[in-house]
């Protein structure tokens, strides 16, 4: 009997596993399955509550997790669509505040599994549309996307009319996919601008900016970007944020690092747009939550093996995120650093780890469980000494960290979501 038929639809890991084998042989870079897909299951997309679309290289997590932050302070249910996971695939969907539940999930998998009908899609798209589906059938006061790679191609650019769209910091990444140049993948992330639906654009390179003000000249959506109509700067032990409503005078973010204080920034130009009040932007600084960001580990197996050591742990996996790290690291109190690091193949390891050559006495290379596009450690840690990284290798996480504890030492597991998700599973 299938689901349609009455019976429970099986577990939401054995769908997505199933899913996961629809996989197209060749990827055409189009929207086609999607909107085949959407066509099926009655057009979700046209029925979500106002849209808030994100598209960035960076920050992109971090500023969609200080918008919800400051619209459910001022009182506002939000949905919210991120990607990749964590620990579990349920984190992807927050359904009014509040993540998907089990049953919830497995039903929608099942529907847009028998919707396919069996044809190439990639999981990337098929579960954007059990999202979609999910929003459209849920109350909330707004939607918040984030893109998944891209833009303009992206599984989540089929909203025709967002209320706004925002472009996180651009940087070097999926080249493969986006661009070998700033401007191009830029011209990519810019996808997702909408005529007439203004747009509020983070601190960029100059190329970058070049290429979304080219876009949006095109398409007549008016922006809002760092530096011109808005700015903020850390302020002894907060930050301040200016546009033309005035001054705030907030808290220093919650999330680490000094390019959240950019990160807020572009939260906060979103939220004053959108028309919340003061109460709430300070909120959304001191309140949002976002893990594996600069997260500092205080209970479990891990931590035990760390002994006295600090543990932390950070996803990010590409030259500007190394860079971003290395300058948190240099706002902490001065400790012995080693890094613990995994990465995929893809990403530019020397590039990520340049930076942190500057602020990390070594390097211990770990695989990352279960991903066939891991980079080798010895590889990896091949890339770290070019860059001037004393580097070794160890079977796992766990064998790096009981390696390298030791009594005022700092350990940093970092260089990929995949990897993240894996300490954070481990660690319970």
Not at 156 to 161: I, K, L, P
Not at 374 to 393: C, H
Request: glycine share 8%.
């Amino acid at each position: 009997m299938s689901a349609a038929d009455g019976a429970a639809p099986p577990r939401s890991d054995v769908l997505l596993d199933r899913l996961m084998r629809l996989h197209p042989k060749v990827i055409d870079l189009t929207l086609d399955r999607m909107h085949r897909l959407l066509a099926a299951l009655g057009h979700p997309e046209r029925d979500l509550p106002p849209v808030i679309h994100i598209a960035g290289t960076n920050g992109k997590g971090s500023t969609l997790a200080m918008i919800r932050a400051g619209l459910e302070a001022a009182g506002q249910t939000c949905h919210a669509y991120t990607s990749p996971h964590l620990a579990r695939f349920h984190e992807r969907i927050r359904l009014a505040g509040r993540l998907i539940d089990e049953d919830a999930l497995a039903a929608l998998l099942a529907e847009c599994e028998a919707a396919n009908g069996g044809v190439p899609i990639t999981y990337f798209e098929i579960t954007t549309c059990a999202a979609l589906l999910a929003f459209a059938r849920t109350p909330a006061d707004v939607t918040l996307l984030e893109v998944g790679l891209g833009g303009r191609l992206d599984a989540t650019n089929v909203v025709d009319a967002p209320r706004l769209t925002v472009i996180t910091p651009v940087d070097l990444d999926h080249q493969q996919y986006l661009g070998e140049t700033l401007a191009e993948i830029a011209g990519e992330k810019a996808g997702i601008l909408k005529p007439g639906v203004p747009c509020i654009v983070a601190r960029q390179h100059d190329a970058a900016l070049a290429a979304i003000e080219a876009r949006a000249a095109r398409v007549r959506a008016p922006l809002t970007i760092h530096g011109q109509h808005f700015h903020a700067g850390p302020e002894r032990d907060g930050m301040v944020f200016q546009d033309e409503r005035g001054l705030l005078d907030l808290p220093r973010p919650a999330l680490r690092g000094p390019h959240q204080i950019d990160n807020a920034a572009t939260a906060l130009a979103a939220l004053r747009h959108l028309g919340v009040d003061d109460d709430a932007c300070a909120a959304a600084v001191a309140r949002a939550e976002w893990p594996a960001r600069m997260q500092r580990l205080r209970l479990g197996p891990l931590v035990e093996a760390a002994g006295e050591a600090e543990l932390w742990l950070d996803g990010g996996h590409n030259p500007a995120a190394g860079a971003a790290l290395a300058n948190t690291l240099r706002t902490l109190p001065a400790r012995p650093t080693h890094l613990i690091c995994g990465m995929l193949g893809t990403k530019d390891a020397a590039g990520y780890l340049a930076p942190l050559s500057e602020v990390a006495e070594a390097m211990t290379a770990v695989p990352i469980p279960g991903e066939a596009a891991a980079l080798a450690p010895e590889d990896l840690a091949a890339a770290a000494r070019t860059v001037g990284l004393t580097a070794a290798t160890a079977p796992d996480v766990a064998a790096a960290v009981r390696s390298k504890a030791a009594p005022g030492a700092r350990l940093l597991i970092c260089g990929s979501l995949y990897l993240a998700g894996q300490v954070l599973r481990d660690n319970g």
